[in-house]
RNA sequence: GACCCCAUCGUCUAGAGGCCCAGGACGCCGCCUUCUCAAGGCGGAAACCGGGGUUCGAAUCCCUGUGGGGUCACCA
């Protein structure tokens, strides 16, 4: 391929961007940076019934977040648009026509009655059914209903040599005359694909693996408009845990959903490209690696399921790069979104700096950080094991002893808890967890130091205070 | 059912005939560290789908069985 790369993401708007499409759209578009290509996002929104505005914009939406850009497309333009399908529906009738007029395709006048008559039929006696060619012959009578047809030829096979599975070759008697253009003059999928890929320029053509029956009748229909049939690579399924393909039932399956559930794009989009693409050991890329290193030839032939364990653990590697500044101003959504009355300051700086290696998901985070914010939930078990007569007077002597501090520093802290502990001959770790329980709820938290400097001399005097009470 | 694709630890994968009694990562288990939780360090269990070939030699090549997936529309 010694021409410049051209390649696409051709969604239908039908919902939101899911993990699946996110993938091929997200080797699309690596292959293009990499190669200093092109890429082009069409919209096939040929399927009137089931496209929606909405779902167009979610999709664009999703490339966004993912920090997919394109550079032709419906909303940029460019030199071959336009770049949704039913803008394009003069495009498309004039290469059927040109095939008509070859005699490469020709009009049906069966009705659907009559197919799904045949279709049964066929059902009925267990073979495969196929167009039997009733209006093959058939003069060109435009005035009367009809859909146009594509002329398969009978023997012999298509074939290419796909990037990511080899060799492929199909025989044509396993094809028959297909629809091309619906009897409202709107293309189906094959032909809408062919044109618009040929007239766009595209030469590599990478997509889910499901579309591999597809390809040869689509050889087919370059050759009969002339235009040069351009590369194809299939990309493997992604798959459920049972091993069936990946959907609704499998949990989230919207990309926009796990930028809801707090995982950052990179964290995605590092992940999606794991999942079916490898460079040696390496785990964790940035984009910038990414696109320096992808190539199909690396891609996986094999199907693979989709790990949330695995994503989940690549999103805290991310987290874990953070700066704390940046780590807080993407955390602070989804604070407010748990009900905490938190502000981009110090305080939330420091608490995600501290969450930081804790926690995976920004909104787990958020969940692990509302003891800062909100009253204390207090864990029944914790509470029978450290808020009893015994722990009294050790919380009574660390409250005191924070009572009288002007400022709340590590040093007199630890101090103030080594002489508790030693005066009784007792570990740290006996004063630290009825401490712990007071301020935060629970039994696992930071730092108990950090965790009184963080919250604060009056809360947590008045948390110790409450706790004292309960210790009965 | 027909046609097509695929087949290494539970999962993602490395492996392009000898470097592999198979390496890394997630998850899981144990130990260390320790005020708890994390993080970190160390260690562990865990795979070449079965059967035939080819070859001095196969996870790697061929055939076949099996299994999984995909496609069979006036959907995409």
Known sequence: MTEKVRVRFAPSPTGYLHIGGARTALFNWLWARHTGGTFVLRIE???????????????????????LDWDEGPDKGGPHGPYLQMERLDIYKAHAEQLIKEGKAFACYCTKEELDAGRKKAEAAKVQFRYPGTCREKPYDPSKPHVIRFRVPETGSTGWNDLVKGRIDTPHDTLQDEVILRSDGVPLYNFGAVVDDVTMKINLVARGDDHVNNTARQILMYQALGYPVPHFAHLPMILGADKARLSKRHGATSVIAYRDMGFLPEAVVNYLVRLGWSHGDQEIFTLDELVKFFDFKDVGATAGVFNPDKMTWVNHEWLRKLTPEKHAELALPFFKAAGMDAALDAKLVKITALGQERTKTLVELATWGRYFYLPIELDPKA???FLVPDTKPLLQAVRDGIAGMETLEEKPLEALFNDVAAARALGLGKIAQPVRVALTGGTASPGIYDVIILLGKATSLQRLDDAIALCG
């Open 383 to 385: 509470k029978a094991k």
């Open 45 to 67: 929104d040929t399927d009137q019934s089931r496209s929606t505005k909405q779902a167009e914009e979610a999709i664009y939406e999703g490339m966004r977040w993912l920090g």
